[in-house]
Each structure stands twice: as structure tokens, then as C-alpha cells.
């Protein structure tokens, strides 16, 4: 369910078109020209994962549909199939097109909220998951859709995951959905697909095509309620009942307004079960404007784990998808020397070319090991997941680098020879946001995988909340793992 929200945004933008007005060829090409001529002057290598001769047709196919005019929402669409050629830091975003689609009461509200992280963004819409399903579930049962008949997916329309080149319901693996309302599901993945660069980690393509899917079941095939959706195993039609775009979007704005608080509340939260004398302090982002936030509720959380001799300790980092930092602070919560990150690295300096050098920079500049308050056995366990990226990935390195805990659960989305360091930019006509990695960064001395992988493979994938009985169940076989 962690994807759950990010779906239903995409799943909008079809209905954008109407609502946005077009632009002409003209302003359109010159967005282009802004957006490549930015990415060729700041890249480090942007025919890292495609040819020139690769990366050249499809930029020559994007310009050819820029000769009629479209709506920003198009136009998104058209310049996201670069994405195919570029890494996860360097990409055309979809927010803006997300943006135009949410009701403008709506963005109005967000604007005029206290809560100033929230202002200009909705990039973490994905946190609403947890404690806005309740809401949702009362709305869907009102209208008098049945959950079990969309496979428990708790939505107005079926959404569905993509698994061994087929089109699944969510929660199910036997019968592939080859076609809903008229509109073959195998032309859908294909549309999806367009978006996405096969050379990074699979699991992120999977997680990426999973959320595109739906894009192109409702809006690029106009597909609206009721589905009549067709398995592969039966020719006969199921009629799956739901609600229309503008009663989701209507109500799933109030629940939105109605969470922002709780929202702000739960980026960094922690448990501490003293019996068994365990504590898990859950880290939903390094975002650079809510460090101070980050700080705060690390020191609180080191203070009582250190007054009560918490032995076993859990950083959640399993949905965390990176930010400005590394979160370095949170190292001394275990006794450590020096603490190092390092990588080789090359950047693009404008006038200049590309620079390359290899860096062995102290992380953690002030050692701790004289801390009396410290547990001299205590264990750090660090979770991650496919969805751990960017410099949450990183503080996973500089804990594997440095042999300074445990990595448990799935390899993270962040690849060992990766792009970073984004800076945004905006395109003059459209004003369509984009962002352009400006470093890349080499582990592959110090790490030999595609990913960073845990110590202690663990299943992530349906994991909302880590109860104590799961945290037990890590220790156990971490103390089975290292008496063998």
C-alpha cells in the first residue's frame, strides 16, 4: 500500500487536458531546447544508459510531437519518455501535471496552510497512506462499492500491479488481466514501459511500471466505470463496479486537508518495548527543510534509548526515499571511532568538463566511544527496502562501509555507480519542473552489487508497521546467522 497514493495521482492525469490551456509548437520546442541544453551543459554523462545514436532518436521522436499544440499535461507526457534514457535523479517529473489536476480550492488551501513544508509541494502524497485508508474506507463503503470485489484494494477503480509481463489485481497472481473495457491490457504495458530505463534496478522499473500502469488504464484509454474486466483463464466479462474521477477527487481532498497535521507528525516517530529491550525510530525522509525536525526527535529518542540501556536498535528506513542529507547524526547512537563515506566522483563543471576524483570523507567527524551512556553490546539494525533511495541509501552505505550495524530487508533502489546531487530547474513557457543530476557517484570499490544489499534478506513488500514480534523474529535470526 505504499504506492497507494502516488497511483491515484497518476491515475488523474488524464483529466487535465481539459482543464489546461495549450501552448503553441513554438513555446513548446523552445521548453525542449531549455530542458536538453540544461541537461547536456550539468550532466555528468547523459548517454550513460543509452548511445548517442539511442538517446538522439528518441529526442528526435519527442520534437515530432511537439508540432501541434498541447496541454501542459500532454506535453509532460511527451518529454517524460527521456526518463527511458536517464537515470532517477534526472527526470521529468509528473507533479506539475498532478498539480493542474487537483481542484484548484484545493491548492488554494494547501497554500494557505501553516504548514510551510507543504506550501509548494505535494511530492510526499504518499504519506498520507497510513491514517487517511480509514476516511477512505467509509467513503467507499457510502457509495456501496464492494472491497472484495476489487480485490480489496480499497479503490474506485481496479488498480493493478504488473508480475511476469502480465497485468495482476493487486493481492493476486493467477489471473492475468488481458483486457478492460475494450482495451487490451498488453498495449497498456507497452505504453508504460516507454517511461521506464531497463538498466536500473529492477525492482525500481517494477515499482515505477506499477504506477504508470494505471496511468494508461485511465486516462491515455479513457476508461471509466464500470470495468468489465476479461482474464486470461475465462472469456466471460466481470463487471467490477466504481465511482467517478470528480467524486474521488472531491472527496479525497477534504481527507487530505483533514491530515495535514497528523501528516507533520509522523515523519519521525518512535517504539520502545523496555522488556525485551528493543526500540525502533522510523525515518521517512532526509529532506533538508525538515532536519531541524529530524534533530529534534533523534535527540529525544537517543536520550531515552541511552537512559533506559536499550540494547537492540531499529532505524526504520524501509519507505524513505533520501533528501538533502545523510542523517549522520543518527551514527552516534552506537559507540564508533572515526566514520568514513567513501566513493569516486565526477562532475560536469560548465567551462570546464568533467572532473573526476576520488573522495574518502570523514562522515561522522567526532568519535564517540568515550560515551558512558552508550551500551557497550549494543546492536544497530538498519531497515531498508526497494523504496530506500537517494541519501537514504547512503546512510545504509556509510553503516555497511563502516561495519557499524546490521542492513536488514530488500537491496535499495540507489545502484552502486549512480547519478545524484539534483538541481531543479523550470522551463520558461510551460513552467514544467525538471531535475538534473549533476554528480555521479562510484561505490562499486567498496560495494560489488547492483544495490546496497542487507545482511538479512527480510520480505518488505507488505510491511506497514514493524510490530515487536517482528523485530524479535529479525534479532532471532541474526543471532542464528552469526552462531553458524
Known sequence: MRTF???????LLGTATAQTKLYDPKELKEDADYYF????????????????SKFNKLKSKIYSELDKPLSKTDFILTMAQINFCL???????LDDAVAEIVTKSLTDKMKETTFSFFRDSIDNIS?????????????????????????????FFPVVKTRDKGIFFLGDSTNNIIDINGNPTKTMLSEAKKYINKKLNPESNLRIINQYINVMILSKNNINPPF?????????EKIIKGITLSEWVNEFSNVVLASLPKYHETLYTYEIYPENSIAIFHIQTFDGEKRDDFIEKLEKFKEEVNRQGIRYIFYDLSANSGGNHY?????????????YFKYTKTTRIPGAGVVKERRNRKSVSSPNQDDTDIPDDRILFVLQSALTASNADYFCRIIAENKLGI????????????????????MPHTSVNFQVATVFYDFSDYFKGLTTSPDIYWDMKNIKEFTEQELLNIISVYKNKKSK
Do not use: W
Open 327 to 339: 542523517g549522520d547524526e543518527a551514527v552516534d547512537i552506537i559507540k564508533h571511532g572515526n566514520v
Open 37 to 52: 541544453s540544461t541537461l547536456y551543459r550539468m550532466h555528468p554523462n547523459p548517454n550513460y544508459f543509452c548511445s548517442v
Open 5 to 11: 497514493f502516488p497511483l491515484i495521482f497518476f491515475a
Open 407 to 426: 542492513l536488514v530487508g530488500e537491496p535499495t533502489e540507489e545502484l552502486t555507480k549512480t547519478f545524484s546531487v539534483a538541481n531543479a530547474y523550470t
Open 127 to 155: 504519506f498520507f497512506q497510513d491514517f487517511t485508508m480509514a476516511s477512505l474506507k467509509e467513503f467507499i463503503k457510502e457509495k456501496n462499492i464492494d472491497k472484495d470485489s476489487i480485490m480489496n484494494s480499497m479503490v
Open 228 to 236: 468489465r474486466i476479461k482474464l486470461s483463464k475465462t472469456n466471460r
Open 87 to 93: 537515470d532517477t535523479h534526472s527526470v521529468i517529473p
